[in-house]
């Protein structure tokens, strides 16, 4: 490369989708193209991984006009380079009405990064009460001390949800289905009411991503995901995006910027080769998923089934109307169990890994208790009997479903000879 060439400038929009271009085609079809510019590929397949914090400049005047403050334009790393644009250029061609996305270093910096973009002092924000244990804990660890107040909702109390506001209230987090307990709410109308108030909707839609859950086609602003999960999808990446219209897409990435939030090239480019085989990962999750929690329905030892997919499951209608598909995270309640038998089903796992995170081509289980960390919804929830409520999270990796079965049939076996 001679000292006096410009490489890689893009059009000046680097995360933006170009215009319109295979908009009527399938998910598969959009992830394989997503992000593939020329002028960050070359003659390969995938963009280049660019190491770089200095770009060097030919003389003075290379250096005066080489700073424009948009994307596609290499001039500090920080800023990016065309392996972490074409990430998020990918991102924002799977999210339907994005015109950009921020890249952050985790699904945790992801929501921090976006509620410190469009909050201030003084603000309120509403939760749902469901959300990532992380997210909640934001509240107290970050927001409280910027002077903003958090407050928590039911977020199956879709009449209630206009009630919860006040004339502070200038965001909403949504999440949904919710961790753990897998509630589906009615975001589309949820976000409706946060849109007649005037607050902002954000929702964490790391379990249905953008394929399952057109989050800002459904009345959100900001849709934000843990890459670590699908779209990194081989538990070897850690990265966080939030994606949204051009108004907030530049709140964004004003605030991401200003905070010196930017993710490794490496990583950039391992997000960018699982992207390509989401669609098939989720496919093939999602219907052992569905195979999985039909046969845990017929297991004694079960008493709940928390998997929106299945018919009949809590959520499932919601999840019907609302969702394009879904993934191979959900939960079920051990009958009656006691903490003994919760451990003991756990540990006679041997396919399943006992592990947090999910979304990797591997199975993992995780047993919960959410009673303490919820505040407006009880757990168990109204109706149960009191002792069902050891929760088992699976996530359904790529195995063989026969034998995912056949690892729950023994260890299901192996808690009752207790
Ligand atoms: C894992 C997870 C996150 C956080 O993502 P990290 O990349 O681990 O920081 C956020 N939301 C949900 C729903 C998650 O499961």
Not at 21 to 26: I, L, M, Q
Not at 87 to 109: C, I, R
Not at 210 to 224: H, K, N, T, Y
Not at 273 to 280: A, H
């Amino acid at each position: 490369m001679g000292r006096r060439s410009r490489p890689a400038q893009g059009n000046g929009r680097g995360c933006v989708k170009e215009g319109g271009k295979g908009k009527s085609r399938g998910p598969a079809t959009r992830a394989v193209e997503a992000g593939r510019r020329k002028q960050w590929t070359g003659a390969v397949v995938n963009p280049p991984i660019w190491r770089a914090s200095t770009h060097l400049y030919a003389d003075s005047a290379d250096l005066a006009a080489g700073r424009p403050d948009e994307d596609g334009h290499f001039y500090y790393g920080r800023r990016g380079s065309p392996t972490q644009w074409a990430l998020a250029d990918a991102l924002t061609q799977l999210e339907p009405g994005a015109a950009g996305t921020v890249l952050y270093p985790s699904g945790v910096s992801a929501i921090s990064g976006a509620l410190l973009a469009v909050l201030r002092a003084g603000d309120v924000l509403l939760v749902t009460d469901n959300a990532y244990e992380p997210s909640r804990m934001m509240a107290r660890a970050v927001l409280a001390d910027c002077g903003i107040e958090t407050r928590f909702f039911d977020p199956l109390d879709t009449a209630g949800f206009a009630g919860q506001f006040c004339d502070r209230t200038k965001a909403v987090l949504f999440e949904c289905p919710g961790s753990l307990t897998m509630e589906v709410g009615d975001v589309p109308a949820m976000a409706a009411t946060a849109r007649e108030k005037g607050a902002v909707s954000l929702i964490d839609n790391t379990w249905a991503s953008a394929l399952g859950f057109p989050a800002l086609e459904r009345g959100c602003d900001i849709s934000i995901m843990s890459l670590t999960k699908h779209v990194g999808g081989h538990s070897d990446l850690m990265m966080g995006s939030a994606s949204a219209d051009e108004k907030f897409y530049r709140k964004l990435r004003h605030k991401s910027q200003a905070l010196g939030v930017v993710v490794s090239p490496d990583d950039a480019a391992l997000a960018l080769r699982g992207l390509r085989t989401m669609p098939l990962r989720l496919e093939r999750s999602t219907a052992s998923a569905l195979q999985i929690a039909r046969w845990l329905t017929d297991q004694q030892q079960v008493a709940h089934v928390l998997c929106p997919l299945l018919p009949g499951a809590p959520g499932h209608a919601l999840w019907q109307r609302d969702f394009t598909g879904g993934c191979g995270l959900f939960s079920f309640v051990l009958r009656g169990a006691s903490p003994a038998q919760s451990a003991a089903f756990i540990d006679a796992l041997e396919l399943f890994g006992i592990g947090y995170s999910w979304g990797g081509f591997e199975s993992l289980a995780i047993p919960f208790d959410p009673s303490r960390a919820r505040s407006e919804t009880p757990w168990p929830p109204a109706g149960w009997q009191q002792e069902d409520r050891h929760g088992i999270r699976l996530s359904i990796g790529l195995e063989d479903p026969a034998d995912l079965i056949q690892d729950l049939h023994q260890a299901l076996d192996a808690m009752g000879k207790l």
